[in-house]
């Protein structure tokens, strides 16, 4: 059988460089036959020592430092953005424009004018998009669809999400890209809190209203003037001067959907002792469902049909019989990582490429998102409840 193979310009070389090279490399490995062969074209980043050793490091053919190299070459048919957020809409846009394929990193734009802007390029040009919301991909949660779905757990009534991180909980952790408004957006909501967003919108349904609060702990860092990022592993030296963080470190707030289910979300950074501490629970009129991605094989379930006598939670061993179960591993519980959930959001993306099939999570779900989180800055500031717009305003 012979499989279409289909070449991939990646700009941006850091950490997520990585994810998402080893999914193009496993992808056909763990599922096959594959949708479609991924070839490592190009490999940019402004940093010409920083693109060589990509280029090597992660197995693409080229590199360059200017992104339009990509943009230029007619035999790169999907642009992969893992820049920083600031630089996501100018490229998306062009991509968009040439006819290419476009997967991009989350959180979508800086604001929801430039992922207004992304969306209806990519509509206009008539190209799949992905954004890389893969917290969705594990298919614990995809079982979580499955059973909402299905009835399982009734009528939705509430839900909490958290996502909950230490790694900037230091304060000689430097100003990295993460904490500077001009560059990020914002802080832990749009670098953690909107995966716990895509998630519950994902399962329980969209957005109709928020009422948030947000905080900076941190009011100032060690200043690193580059723009490589370690996540808080990286010192700068003792006499580095300091430079204000303007971005939230933490944000809570309260949902109410469409749908009429309600709930609560929080992110933070700054929560010692938590990893990536990523949960939900969601109750319905005929059970709940609970999630922890730090043990993601596993899915916590209750149904209140069960007998009085065994009712509770009961552990879910995601496996073979379960989604995507038919392209990891043979045995339940056997374990899946980081990495995997990257490799099903690579299989998904090819696999619409090939199908015609709608790609999911996608620009107009990224776009939904950043209106969403315009929602809950503004109810952060105004602590009032803040109606959220809806993408076809």
């Known amino acids: 059988m012979e499989i279409k193979k289909i070449n991939i310009g990646l700009i941006g070389a850091g950490f997520m460089a990585k994810a998402h090279s080893i999914a193009y490399a496993g992808m056909p490995m763990f599922f096959w036959p594959a949708p479609a062969i991924p070839v490592k074209k190009m490999i940019v980043d402004m940093n010409e020592d920083i693109a060589r050793d990509a280029k090597d490091k992660l197995g693409f053919e080229s590199y360059s430092t200017d992104w339009h190299d990509i943009i230029n070459d007619p035999s790169i048919a ?62 614990a949660v995809q079982l979580a669809k499955k059973y909402i779905d299905e009835g399982a757990i009734g009528e939705i009534l509430d839900f909490r999400g958290t996502y909950l991180q230490d790694w900037s909980a230091d304060p000689e952790s430097p100003l990295s890209w993460r904490f500077q ?160 959930t990257k490799i099903i959001e690579c299989y998904d993306f090819f696999r619409a490429l090939q199908d015609g099939s709608e790609a999911a999570p996608n620009f107009r779900d990224g776009y939904a998102i950043e209106l969403i989180s315009d929602a809950i800055l503004e109810s952060a500031r105004t602590h009032q409840w803040v109606d959220v717009k809806s993408t076809e305003e």
Request: proline share 4%; charged share 25%; with cysteine.
């Open 181 to 340: 408004k001009a560059v990020c957006g914002s802080g832990a909501l749009g670098d953690i809190g909107t995966h716990v967003v895509d998630m519950l919108r994902f399962l329980v349904g969209d957005f109709k209203k928020v009422n948030a609060r947000t905080a900076t702990y941190i009011k100032e860092r060690p200043f690193q003037s580059g723009m490589s990022d370690s996540l808080g592993n990286a010192r700068v030296g003792e006499n580095t001067p300091k430079k204000a963080v303007d971005v939230d470190d933490q944000c809570i707030f309260m949902v109410e959907c469409a749908n009429g289910a309600f709930g609560s979300i929080e992110a933070t950074r700054n929560a010692w002792g938590r990893n990536n501490y990523i949960t939900f629970e969601i109750h319905g009129t005929k059970g709940s469902i609970y999630f922890n991605y730090e043990r993601r094989d596993e899915l916590q379930v209750c149904f209140a049909d069960d007998a009085a006598d065994r009712r509770g939670f009961r552990t879910v061993y995601t496996g073979p019989n379960h989604p995507y179960g038919e392209g990891l591993w043979p045995i339940p519980a056997l374990g899946i990582g980081y990495t995997e």
């Open 78 to 139: 999907v642009v992969d953005i893992c820049t920083p957020n600031n630089a996501h809409a100018d490229i998306a846009i062009a991509a968009a424009e040439a006819g290419k394929h476009i997967i991009c990193e989350k959180p979508l734009a800086l604001t929801s004018e430039q992922a207004r802007r992304m969306y209806l390029a990519a509509k206009k040009n008539n190209v799949k998009t992905m954004v890389a919301f893969n917290y969705r991909k594990t298919p």
